[in-house]
């Protein structure tokens, strides 16, 4: 018999920090066995897209870009962020395609929605494919981007995968389930 859900209750919230990117809140739980945590740590964001884009030729659309965080320069599928004014994720998707890279049209699918953190993330990923895109504009960067655009094989993004060097997690998942749904590992 499967058991109901337990559902931990917000004693009490308080917002530390609001910002159009990010917004920190702080919960007080009470957890369904009687537990109690005073200070839960919520993230707050907007839903993100990311794509992975492949063209008619069978190149995928990568982005490289300095990451600081980590400080490290790495390839990443194109992604960002689900603007209010966009109708919805496939539209925010198919906007950063274009602004970051130039590439459009094609066949798109939603592929799989993941979470960075359920356990302290309120936002989702919207993973799209797109295939048969093509080039049809230059890039169109924000003065806060600074990236260029890479076509890469099958074989080089398996290789970059296998070797660790796409390091966003967000990014990785979806690349692996192409990878293991082509036979590829």
Not at 33 to 40: L, Q, T
Not at 66 to 74: A, E, M, S
Not at 133 to 140: G, P, R
Not at 147 to 167: A, C, D, F, P, Y
Request: charged share 25%.
């Amino acid at each position: 018999m499967e058991k109901k859900d337990e559902i931990w209750q917000v004693v009490s919230s308080k917002y530390l920090f609001r910002r159009p990117w990010l917004t920190v809140r702080c919960d007080d739980m009470l957890l369904p066995n009687g537990n109690h945590i005073p200070e839960y740590y919520i993230l707050e964001y907007p839903d993100w897209v990311n794509t992975i884009a492949i063209t008619k030729e069978g190149k995928f659309v990568f982005v490289r870009q300095f990451r600081p965080g980590i400080g490290k320069q790495l390839y990443e599928l194109c992604a960002g962020v689900c603007e209010k004014e966009d109708a919805s994720p496939l539209v925010s998707a198919q906007r950063e395609l274009l602004e970051e890279t130039g590439y459009g049209k094609g066949n798109w699918k939603e592929y799989m929605v993941i979470s960075a953190n359920p356990s302290t993330h309120t936002n989702l990923t919207h993973c799209f494919l797109a295939t048969d895109v093509e080039q049809i504009d230059t890039q169109h960067l924000e003065d806060t981007e600074a990236l260029t655009v890479h076509l890469l094989s099958l074989e080089e993004v398996k290789e970059l995968l296998e070797n660790g060097q796409i390091m966003q997690s967000l990014h990785a998942a979806p690349l692996w389930k192409y990878m293991a749904e082509h036979k590829q590992i």
